[in-house]
Structures are given as structure tokens and as C-alpha cells.
């Protein structure tokens, strides 16, 4: 397998691992704000697994097979999975490192893309990493003391 189909499913598994933390999150945070990050992780899951489908079927337009299955996922994600119950405002900390790690992955890809002249492919990683710098911004508001 070439290096940037390898990438790319780098990006995808990792992608999944950050909308599986994000619904961790929804589920598990308490606090006084409670409300208000269930309803924020919510948002941003919701909105990263609207591109999961999409995303796969791009690996499979440049004619790689797409990884799916938790083994597959777990062995490629550069998110790292969410064991612990985290105090409110590490479990936002956590999400806005990965989302600025997420932003970086897409923006990294779109130029190995469109070198590739992938210029579909490539449109749809800018979607990404604009989606991701969203997040990025929500996240980082939530912190600001
Ligand atoms: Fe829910």
C-alpha cells in the first residue's frame, strides 16, 4: 500500500476514535455546566459521524479498501482512546488537543491530495479540516475562564 492511501485511513480511524471520545464525553460529564457540554459533545459527534460514510467511500473511490472494524480502527487511530471518567473541563482540554491534532492531519493530507490530483478527494479534506477547526473553537471558547 502506497503511503498516502496509508494516511488516509490513519485519517479515517483516527476520525472515528475522535467521535467515539466525543460521545464518551456526552454520556460521562457531570457538573455544573452539565447541560451545556452534553449538549456541545453532542453537536460534535453528531457532525463527525455525518462524515464517517463519506470518508469511506473516498478510500474506496481511490481504490483502497476501507478499515472497519474496532481492531482495524484501535490499531491505526493517532487519537488516543478515553479510558478514565475526566473532570469536566480535562474531558473539553482533551477534545480541543485532538480536534487541533484532527485539523493538522487534513490539512497534511489535502496537499499530499491534491498532488495526487485527487481534487474531489481533496475538497472534501478541506471540508474536514474546516469541521474540525469548528470544533477546535467551541472547544477552546468552553475553556476560557
Ligand atoms: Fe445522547
Known amino acids: 500500500m502506497d503511503k498516502f492511501t496509508n494516511q488516509l485511513k490513519i485519517a479515517f480511524a483516527s476520525q472515528y476514535a475522535f467521535a467515539i471520545k466525543a460521545q464518551n464525553y ?13 449538549k456541545m459533545f453532542q453537536k460534535i459527534y453528531e457532525e463527525t459521524y455525518g462524515a464517517v460514510d463519506d470518508f469511506a467511500e473516498n478510500i ?9 472494524s474496532l481492531y482495524r480502527f484501535s490499531a491505526l487511530a493517532a487519537i488516543d482512546d478515553e479510558v478514565e471518567i475526566l473532570e469536566p473541563q480535562a474531558m473539553v482540554a482533551e477534545l480541543l488537543s485532538d480536534a487541533e491534532k484532527m485539523q493538522e492531519i487534513m490539512k497534511h493530507l489535502f496537499v499530499e491530495a491534491e498532488a495526487l490530483g ?14 474540525f477547526a469548528k470544533h477546535a473553537w467551541f472547544l477552546r471558547s468552553t475553556l476560557k475562564a
Open 26 to 38: 456526552h454520556w460521562n460529564v457531570e457538573g455544573i455546566d452539565f447541560y451545556q457540554k452534553h
Open 60 to 68: 474506496r473511490k481511490i481504490k483502497a479498501y476501507t478499515p472497519a
Open 118 to 131: 485527487h481534487h474531489g478527494l481533496s475538497n472534501f479534506l478541506a471540508d474536514r479540516q474546516d469541521a
